[in-house]
């Protein structure tokens, strides 16, 4: 059975920090490409960050030079850290494994951040 466990999520002033992390289970997990999105209330969930098995990462222009991803294969876990947040990074935040192949895609429940004074 494929798990992913989001945690790290509350309630942070605007300008404030989280981090955030996925711990996956039942999956070989050097073999995913690991993400992070967001869904705010009332809009279509878009892609926050991506990191490869390899590494390499990617961001949401609204993100960049904010939010670093990063990943622990040893620990199954991967990170997305969150700084000089803003009211409209208030979402929930998914994160998604694919595998290399395309023949495993995986969702974990969500875990909300609300950025407000």
């Known amino acids: 059975q494929v798990t992913l466990v989001e945690s790290g999520g509350g309630l942070v002033q605007p300008g404030g920090s989280l981090r955030l992390s996925c711990a996956a289970s039942?999956?070989?997990?050097?073999?995913?490409?690991m993400r992070w999105y967001l869904q705010a209330p009332g809009k279509q969930r878009e892609l926050v960050a991506t990191?490869?098995?390899?590494?390499?990462?990617n961001y949401a222009d609204s993100v960049k030079g904010r939010f670093t991803i990063s990943r622990d294969n040893a620990k199954n876990t991967v990170y997305l850290q969150m700084n000089s947040l803003k009211p409209e990074d208030t979402a929930v935040y998914y994160c998604n494994s694919l595998r290399f192949d395309d023949r495993g895609e995986y969702w974990g429940q969500g875990t909300q951040v609300t950025v407000s004074s």
């Open positions: 990191i490869t098995s390899g590494g390499a990462t």
């Open positions: 039942g999956i070989i997990f050097s073999f995913y490409t």
